[in-house]
């Protein structure tokens, strides 16, 4: 079993649409949560970070379930510039920092 | 320019040839990293540093060597590369907490 696991997608949705990723991971003694989007061809960029008690930026909104093991991504109100991949990344302290595969979104007109 | 550069973006060796992967980054930043990205398995840890005395292992580092030439600079060779080596690779660099990591663009990598 991965570490961390993603849904690779791709999810096909239109402008305007609400899309969720989920990312299951493996290491109850994880500590941090972290969303990055990564373009076609291009490096990974933080996106946002997952706190406990869930948090919101923009039209993006990421959560923790700590008894379940899973973090989330919300979109709303998709745009076609928000077309990427997006990887889930977990730490579990110190240098140990496990990059999901990515869940690939294309949003289209 | 950008906080983290990669040199070559591209390069095509050949099966047995040993070949040297740069970076460079103006972050100033302790901990520097080399990872490498293959279709469906996500970005895989091959050398961190956590300062230019200290170098460890990542969890794939058979066949890749690194050097710690300086805080800004990390260069990644494969001593004998091989057609599995070919992967994208990404150097990144991160401050202490570790919360944000910053890519270089990125060196795709073809054996053949």
């Known amino acids: 079993r991965k570490e961390v696991e993603q849904d690779p997608g791709p999810f096909n949705v239109p402008e305007g649409a609400t899309v969720a990723f989920n990312c299951t991971y493996s290491n109850s003694a994880s500590q941090s949560f972290f969303w990055y989007r990564q373009d076609c061809r291009k490096e990974p960029k933080l996106l946002m970070s997952v706190y406990s008690s869930g948090n919101e930026d923009g039209r993006f909104t990421a959560q923790l379930n700590r008894a379940s093991q899973y973090i989330s991504l919300l979109i709303r109100d998709s745009k076609l510039s928000d077309s990427a991949t997006y990887l889930c990344v977990v730490r579990a302290g110190g240098f140990k920092t496990i990059f999901g595969a990515g869940t690939r979104l294309f949003v289209k007109a | 320019d950008a906080d983290v550069t990669q040199t070559p973006r591209n390069r095509i060796t050949k099966t047995g040839k040993r070949i040297m992967l740069e970076c460079s980054q103006t972050k100033g930043h302790d901990r520097m990293y080399w990872y490498r990205q293959d279709p469906g398995l996500g970005l895989r840890l091959i050398y961190y540093s956590f300062d230019v005395k200290d170098i460890n292992k990542g969890e794939i580092s058979d066949g890749y060597s690194v050097s710690r030439q300086a805080q800004a600079k990390f260069s990644l060779s494969l001593e004998s590369a091989i057609p599995n080596q070919t992967a994208l690779y990404f150097c990144?660099?991160?401050?202490?907490?570790?919360?944000?990591?910053?890519f270089g663009q990125g060196t795709r990598l073809t054996v053949v």
């Open positions: 990144a660099t991160s401050d202490p907490t570790g919360a944000e990591a910053f």
